[in-house]
T-cell receptor, first 113, second 113 residues
């Protein structure tokens, strides 16, 4: 069974700082990896989707990388803002099933003004 | 286009009762997945429906069931509610091809008293 781990569990940074969130997974046979953010009590918002054939994906101040062979992905957030405060989750679908995701436990990010 | 719609947003039920939650996917999406989110267990996969058929199932007891209609709308049902069923229930929709980008609804917050 796929195991997804996110480090750190919580992170607090001052506004304007660049930061990196980490995600690792045990089974490298994945279709893709998706990063989400979740605000308290809300649903998940898709941030970035990296296909297994890609190494990077960018959207605005966000950049996600994927290294399948080592079972790792990172989410880089540039020039952090208080509005970035949320929980960030990575998710991977197994390669031999439908649209079922294994989720990490998330990183709770607080950006201090 | 409209996002994933979950109804109701909040529910309070008594132990032993049953409950039905609804999820309307994004137009054109035929895969609907359901997840349970609790503080202790994180996000756990319940089941996935595609073309009115259950394609994948997580490790939950038979009290949890679901179905999908011809218009791709999905419902999940929990019978004989237990206190431990209190959670945020999220549904995700995506295209039929495994591993495509998933979009989540805002969730239904179920409280069992």
């Amino acid at each position: 069974k796929q195991e997804v781990t996110q480090i750190p569990a919580a992170l607090s940074v001052p506004e304007g700082e660049n930061l990196v969130l980490n995600c690792s997974f045990t089974d490298s046979a994945i279709y893709n990896l998706q990063w989400f953010r979740q605000d308290p009590g809300k649903g998940l918002t898709s941030l970035l989707l990296i296909q297994s054939s890609q190494r990077e994906q960018t959207s605005g101040r966000l950049n996600a990388s994927l290294d399948k062979s080592s079972g790792r992905s990172t989410l880089y957030i540039a020039a952090s803002q208080p509005g970035d405060s949320a929980t960030y989750l990575c998710a991977v679908p197994p390669s031999n099933t439908g649209n079922q995701f294994y989720f990490g436990t998330g990183t709770s990010l607080t950006v201090i003004p | 286009k409209a996002g994933v719609t979950q109804t109701p947003r909040y529910l309070i039920k008594t132990r032993g009762q049953q409950v039905t939650l609804s999820c309307s996917p994004i137009s054109g999406h035929r895969s609907v997945s359901w997840y349970q989110q609790t503080p202790g267990q994180g996000l756990q996969f319940l089941f996935e429906y595609f073309s009115e058929t259950q394609r994948n199932k997580g490790n939950f007891p038979g009290r949890f069931s679901g179905r999908q209609f011809s218009n791709s709308r999905s419902e999940m049902n929990v019978s004989t509610l237990e206190l431990g069923d209190s959670a945020l229930y999220l549904c995700a929709s995506s295209y039929s091809v495994p591993g495509t980008e998933a979009f989540f609804g805002q969730g239904t917050r179920l409280t069992v008293v």
